[in-house]
């Protein structure tokens, strides 16, 4: 019954954790209160900054709004401590808040979090994605394009791609720390393997992967986007998938580049789309990474 209720839009009511089974939202409006404490415009809804200094979180706050980074305490301060990790398990259920758990902060007293909708023009992490580190151990990339050119590509899509994208990223210990833009990203998946993220003209998203992990990132990315569509945004998101020729000349659809077996995005595992929507579906978003 509360299923219907949550469908007809009555109450608010998620199952994929504990947390959120416990929890029965009758009242929209604090739902909406609780999170535009921390998704906010800072020009237009500021804090007390006296007092927040006083309490010690005045940095927490500025590394909220210049790199989107919150930290947990900051979040108590937010929510008086209330309903916390339902919070949070929402948050993170609707991907609009990540585990930001990479190797130098592993050792902070507070957990960190990702809330990519606050992510600035401006990179929070040095460089930019041209930049090559000690983690690009491999020059050639292979280019994969996402059209929403024949439907539309809703607001939101881009954040909660790169949220599901740090969440994998952050399961993994070898993997370092993405850089992040409002609008672009570069995420490491291990050591050696990373992506790009590009939103272009609002009705495209451009990823580059690596030459040698692209048909693992290929189909995490088919992953994702059930995952995304599944959970959040129904069924008319819609999108094409196309795919860099061999060559680099020109690009072919999924299904062409499945049907002729193209290098390197499909190896002896061809049905991958329609794996990634049965392993998407239904899941938790911890037991999801573990899957891909």
Same mark, same amino acid.
């Given at each position: 019954?509360?299923? +219907?209720f ?18 029965v939202?009758t009242? $929209? ?5 609780k999170?535009?404490? @921390?998704i ?6 500021g *804090? ?11 940095d ?9 980074i ?6 108590e301060?937010? %929510?008086?401590?209330?309903h916390?990790e ?5 948050m ?7 585990? %930001?758990d990479f ?5 902070m007293?507070?957990?960190? *979090?990702?809330?990519p909708?606050?992510?600035?023009q401006?990179p ?7 930049t090559?580190?000690?983690q ?5 990339e292979? @280019?994969?394009v996402?059209? *929403?050119?024949?439907?539309f ?8 791609? @790169? ?6 990223s952050?399961s ?5 720390? $993405?850089?992040? %833009? ?21 009705e495209r ?7 040698k992990?692209?048909?693992v ?10 995952? +995304? ?7 008319h998101?819609r ?6 020729s ?7 659809s999924?299904?062409?580049g499945r049907?002729?077996?193209?290098? $390197?995005?499909?190896g002896?595992?061809s ?9 998407a ?12």
């Amino acid at each position: 019954m509360l299923n +219907l209720f949550h469908e007809l839009g009555t109450v608010i009511y998620f199952t994929a954790t504990s947390a959120l089974q416990r929890t029965v939202i009758t009242d $929209p409006q604090w739902l909406i209160t609780k999170l535009s404490k @921390v998704i906010r415009d800072e020009r237009l809804h500021g *804090f007390d900054e006296n007092e927040l200094e006083r309490l010690g979180l005045l940095d927490e706050l500025r590394n909220l709004f210049s790199n989107a980074i919150v930290s947990e305490d900051l979040l108590e301060y937010f %929510w008086h401590d209330e309903h916390k990790e339902y919070l949070l398990d929402l948050m993170r259920r609707t991907m609009l808040l990540s585990d %930001w758990d990479f190797e130098d902060q592993r050792n902070m007293k507070t957990r960190l *979090f990702i809330i990519p909708s606050m992510l600035k023009q401006e990179p929070y992490s040095p460089g930019n994605l041209q930049t090559s580190t000690n983690q690009d151990t491999e020059s050639t990339e292979k @280019v994969c394009v996402l059209d *929403f050119g024949d439907s539309f590509l809703p607001s939101g899509v881009f954040e909660r791609l @790169v949220c599901l994208c740090v969440a994998i990223s952050s399961s993994q210990n070898d993997a370092a720390a $993405p850089f992040l %833009w409002s609008s672009s990203a570069k995420v490491w998946f291990s050591a050696e393997n990373y992506i790009k993220l590009k939103l272009e003209d609002n009705e495209r998203i451009v990823f580059s992967f690596v030459n040698k992990f692209a048909a693992v990132n290929l189909k995490t990315v088919n992953g994702v986007m059930q995952k +995304l569509k599944n959970d959040v945004m129904g069924n008319h998101l819609r999108w094409k998938v196309l795919l860099e020729s061999a060559d680099g000349k020109k690009y072919l659809s999924y299904e062409d580049g499945r049907m002729s077996g193209l290098s $390197p995005w499909f190896g002896t595992e061809s049905d991958v789309e329609e794996q990634q929507s049965n392993i998407a579906k239904n899941q938790n978003i911890e037991d999801f990474l573990k899957s891909i």
